[in-house]
């Protein structure tokens, strides 16, 4: 019996280090360039790392946003970034923009400049003077965790029978 509960316990560490060592991560930027003829234009990249950035630089941006998942079985932790330049050169020429972003993310907010929120949007009135819009959060994965706890228990009692 004591084999068998070893046995499980060798198979929830090693899973655990699977879970752990298999981070998945998406990462999704979004440019807003101008185009010719007064157009605007978006130009995406997913899952590129800042190397293809370099590679490939887009010149005059109007805006960038930056959208970052990160997974690592039992947490995950999300993060966004968008810069928004025109509206910046607009303030420094003391001109203002008004501007609304609204952001909704799963998870508990661990870090943001929003001006605001409206339940568990972020919001931002206005754009920061000296940094971009930005924010992270992280969640637990509880099924997770309550699987976890739950074979743990199992095993427990299976030992004590």
Do not use: C, H
């Not at 007064?38 to 960038?64: C, F, H, K, W, Y």
């Amino acid at each position: 019996m004591r084999r068998m509960v070893l046995g499980f316990w060798i198979g929830v560490a090693v899973a655990y280090v699977v879970l752990t060592l298999n981070t998945a991560s998406t990462a999704f930027d979004v440019d807003v360039v101008p185009t010719e003829a007064n157009a605007i234009g978006v130009v995406e990249r997913v899952d590129q790392g800042p190397l293809s950035r370099m590679l490939a630089p887009t010149l005059g941006t109007l805006g960038t946003l930056r959208f970052t998942k990160r997974g690592w079985g039992i947490l995950t932790t999300y993060s966004q970034e968008l810069t928004v330049t025109a509206a910046r050169l607009a303030q420094q020429a003391g001109t203002p923009v008004g501007v609304r972003v609204s952001l909704q993310v799963p998870g508990t907010i661990t870090g943001t400049n929003a001006t605001g929120r409206d339940g568990r949007t972020l919001v931002w009135g206005q754009i920061p003077p000296d940094a971009p819009l930005w924010a992270r959060t992280r969640a637990i994965n509880w099924p997770v965790i309550v699987f976890m706890a739950a074979a743990a228990a199992l095993s427990f009692w299976v030992r004590a029978g």
